[in-house]
């Protein structure tokens, strides 16, 4: 099985939106229909830009009131002594599983795969493992995480910094609690994205008011407004996140800081 094929069936399965849109239909009667490896490749491209404009939002810090419209974050709860313990736990399985990744070529050799390789800046460097991210829409597994995360220094070596970990996007907060305490840490996803329609990618750099028209960054973020714009709307594009920074620091609240300028909630 290629690894496109893989990846599209990831999003299918855990985040379907991505891969099939929200039920819209579009006319074809001018355009040939695409083949089954022309959609894929479509819904990979896309994919790619998605994350990619999602990374750097998140690397933006504390956001504004227009980039909350399009960030949905599990709620603050007071951490429990059993949930810290918990937390320890499961960074002191994290790092062993994850400490032969740091050269990323050993995460290659293990199926990891760097997402956006064309994007040579990123905050965050995720090298995503496909299948793993399938089999975490049915079970937790910390040795096994969806990515692992690595930042660049000044002369261009990667460090190790953690691992993502990912979730359905109708996972209930109950689910994700089993998984990591939401006292400990907050699970974020991202909603309401207004995006080009297929075919039509060069509009992602249209911006309307001195604003972005679509992404993360876009006062947009409604059906209406979406399509007015001749958009495509998701609701809610991908799954549950979360990153486990082992590398970060040695207490709870560094390792489970959420990047969006609030620190973890360790007791």
């Known amino acids: 099985m290629s690894w496109i094929t893989i990846r599209t069936l990831v999003l299918t399965i855990a985040f379907p939106t991505v891969a099939c849109g929200q039920g819209h239909t579009h006319s074809t009667a001018s355009k040939p229909a695409p083949t089954k490896a022309g959609t894929m490749a479509d819904s990979a491209d896309r994919d790619t830009t998605m994350m990619g404009m999602a990374d750097h939002a998140m690397g933006l810090g504390a956001h504004d009131d227009v980039e909350m419209l399009h960030m949905v974050m599990t709620p603050q709860r007071t951490a429990t002594h059993d949930d810290s313990l918990k937390a320890l736990?499961?960074?002191?399985?994290?790092?062993?599983?994850?400490?032969?990744?740091?050269?990323?070529?050993?995460?290659e050799a293990d199926g990891y795969r760097l997402f956006a390789p064309s994007v040579k800046t990123q905050r965050v460097y995720h090298y995503t493992n496909y299948r793993n991210a399938f089999a975490a829409a049915f079970r937790f597994d910390p040795a096994k995480p969806t990515s692992i995360l690595y930042t660049r220094d000044a002369d261009g070596r990667m460090h190790l910094v953690g691992a993502m970990y990912t979730s359905p996007k109708r996972a209930s907060l109950s689910r994700l609690d089993e998984r990591i305490p939401l006292s400990i840490a907050r699970w974020h996803k991202h909603v309401n994205w207004c995006i080009p329609k297929r075919g039509e990618a060069s509009r992602w750099?249209?911006?309307?008011?001195?604003q972005p028209v679509f992404g993360p960054q876009s006062p947009i973020a409604t059906r209406a407004a979406c399509d007015s714009v001749g958009g495509m709307f998701f609701?809610?594009?991908?799954?549950?996140?979360?990153?486990?920074?082992?590398?970060?620091?040695?207490?709870?609240a560094s390792i489970f800081a959420d990047d969006h300028g609030h620190p973890g909630h360790a007791p």
């Open 89 to 107: 736990r499961l960074v002191a399985a994290v790092r062993p599983a994850i400490a032969r990744y740091a050269d990323p070529a050993s995460a």
């Open 235 to 252: 609701e809610s594009p991908f799954g549950w996140m979360v990153h486990v920074n082992v590398n970060a620091g040695s207490d709870l």
């Open 205 to 210: 750099t249209e911006r309307q008011n001195g």
